[in-house]
């Protein structure tokens, strides 16, 4: 089965700074990369997807990158403010109505003022 | 779009009872839902996944009588946990997926405690 694994587990940047968390995944077949945001008490909230048919997407401060080849996807957030403070959880699946997610392990992310 | 509701956020009872939580995805048709459950500072473990008018699948160790799914509609699944003790206290999550794309959202979260 699949396995994602995710760095760092916990992250503490400036505010204004730039924050990358990095993922791994070891099946070949998976082809759907979501990004997930989950503060506390709440649940998880997809803030970017990306598919192996691109190797970046964008949206406003985030960005997510896919290297096929290396079986590895990266969240990147710039010029981060307090608010993104949360734990960053990615996943990978195949498609296909059996599918399903397997999630890293999480990223806690405490954006310094 | 892409609103899931869940209810109730949060219950606290006594062992040896049951609590059921209703998930409803608010405007889109949920294919399938999935439940997952979480402890504190871990990730997410799927309990079970289930299709509309289906039986639900369970994840190795999920015992299915003791966490009954029903999946009633596309918009509407619910999660009974039977005889609850206080190993079954965590946070439950439903997580329904939209369409063929694969796109999959959570609920809000139920914060179970059982006494």
């Known amino acids: 089965g699949e396995n994602v694994e995710q760095h760092p587990s916990t992250l503490s940047v400036q505010e204004g700074d730039s924050a990358v968390i990095k993922c791994t995944y070891s099946d070949s077949a998976s082809n759907y990369f979501p990004w997930y945001k989950q503060e506390l008490g709440k649940g998880p909230q997809l803030i970017i997807d990306?598919?192996?048919?691109?190797g970046e997407k964008k949206d406003q401060r985030i960005a997510v990158t896919l290297n096929k080849t290396a079986k590895h996807f990266s969240l990147h957030i710039t010029e981060t403010q307090p608010e993104d403070s949360a734990v960053y959880f990615c996943?990978?699946?195949?498609?296909?109505?059996?599918?399903?997610?397997?999630f890293g392990t999480g990223t806690r992310l405490q954006v310094t003022l | 779009g892409a609103v899931v509701s869940q209810h109730p956020s949060r219950v606290i009872c006594k062992s040896g009872t049951s609590v059921k939580i209703e998930c409803r995805s608010l405007d889109f048709q949920a294919t399938t839902m999935f439940w997952y459950r979480q402890f504190p500072k871990q990730s997410l473990m799927l309990m079970a996944t289930?299709?509309?008018?289906?039986?639900?699948?369970?994840e190795q160790g999920v015992e299915k009588d003791k966490f009954l799914i029903n999946h009633a509609s596309l918009t509407l699944s619910t999660l009974t946990v039977t005889s609850a003790h206080p190993e079954d206290s965590s946070f439950y999550i439903c997580s329904p997926r939209r369409g063929l794309n694969n796109e999959q959202f959570f609920g809000p979260g139920t914060r179970l405690t059982v006494l």
């Open positions: 990306i598919r192996s048919n691109v």
């Open positions: 996943a990978a699946s195949s498609t296909g109505t059996a599918s399903k997610l397997t």
């Open positions: 289930s299709n509309e008018g289906s039986k639900a699948t369970y």
